[in-house]
C-alpha cells in the first residue's frame, strides 16, 4: 500500500486542455514536493511546498498544499505535448530527506 | 553546479552475482539518497547517507548495502542478484534545505 495515493494513474488529453492532478494520503507531511520525470531519465523537482493551504504557480503548473497538510494537486492549464511525463508527489515525514513516493500519474499530451 | 551523476549508465548482471552502483552528488550537497524504481512498485526508498552514515533505510533485504565516503560520493551495493532487482536505481543529493535532485539513474537488468 502506498502511503501517497496519486489519481489518475494515466491521463491522456489534447494540446490546450486543462488537467488536475491529486496525491492524497492519510498522514501529515512537513513538505511535499513534486516532479516530473521522462523516460530514461531521474525525476526533476517542479516545486517543494511547505505550509497547509500554500499555492505556488509555475508558468502553466499551479500547485496547492492541503490545508491540514495531507494532500496536494497539481494543475496544469492549456497543456502542452512537451508536458508529457510522469509526474511523482513526494512527502516528507520525519526529515526532508526521507521521502516517500507516490506513483505517479502518467500524462501524456496529444498535439 | 554540475548535477548527480551516476556510473554506470546501464549494466547487465546475472542472478547471483553481486553489484557496485556509484553516484557522485552536487558539490556541496551532504546527503544522498537512493531509491528503486520498477514498473509495478514506482520509487521506493532504500536508504540516505549523511556525512558517512546511514540516517535512514527503508524496507530491503541485507543484500542491499550502501556507504558514503569523505567527499560524499555514494556507492551501493547488491548481493546476490535476483531476476526481481531489475530496476533503475536513482541516487539523489540534498542540500540543507532538504530538496533533492536526483540522478539520471542507473538502468541494471539481471538475467
Known amino acids: 500500500t502506498q502511503l501517497l495515493e496519486q489519481s489518475p494513474q494515466f491521463l491522456s488529453i489534447q494540446e490546450g486542455e486543462n488537467l488536475t492532478v491529486y496525491c492524497n494520503s492519510s498522514?501529515?507531511?512537513?513538505?511535499l514536493q513534486w516532479y516530473r520525470q521522462e523516460p530514461g531519465e531521474g525525476p526533476v523537482l517542479l516545486v517543494t511546498?511547505?505550509?497547509?493551504?500554500e499555492v505556488k504557480k509555475l508558468k502553466r503548473l499551479t500547485f496547492q498544499f492541503g490545508d491540514a497538510r495531507k494532500d496536494s494537486s497539481l494543475h496544469i492549464t492549456a497543456a502542452q505535448p512537451g508536458d508529457t511525463g510522469l509526474y511523482l508527489c513526494?512527502?516528507?515525514?520525519?526529515?526532508?530527506?526521507?521521502?516517500?513516493f507516490g506513483a505517479g500519474t502518467r500524462l501524456t499530451v496529444k498535439p | 553546479k554540475a548535477g548527480v551523476t551516476q556510473t554506470p549508465r546501464y549494466l547487465i548482471k546475472t542472478r547471483g552475482q553481486q553489484v557496485t552502483l556509484s553516484c557522485s552528488p552536487i558539490?556541496?550537497?551532504?546527503?544522498v539518497s537512493w531509491y528503486q524504481q520498477t514498473p509495478g512498485q514506482g520509487l521506493q526508498f532504500l536508504f540516505e547517507?549523511?556525512?558517512?552514515?546511514?540516517?535512514n533505510k527503508g524496507n530491503f533485504p541485507g543484500r542491499f548495502s550502501g556507504r558514503q565516503f569523505s567527499n560524499s560520493r555514494s556507492e551501493m551495493n547488491v548481493s546476490t542478484l535476483e531476476l526481481g532487482d531489475s530496476a533503475l536505481y536513482l541516487c539523489?543529493?540534498?542540500?540543507?534545505?532538504?530538496?533533492?535532485?536526483f540522478g539520471p539513474g542507473t538502468r541494471l537488468t539481471v538475467t
Open positions: 498522514s501529515v507531511f512537513s513538505s
Open positions: 547517507y549523511f556525512s558517512e552514515t546511514q540516517r
Open positions: 539523489a543529493s540534498s542540500s540543507n534545505q532538504g530538496e533533492q535532485y
Open positions: 513526494a512527502g516528507g515525514r520525519y526529515n526532508n530527506n526521507d521521502m516517500r
Open positions: 558539490s556541496g550537497h551532504r546527503s
Open positions: 511546498v511547505v505550509t497547509g493551504g
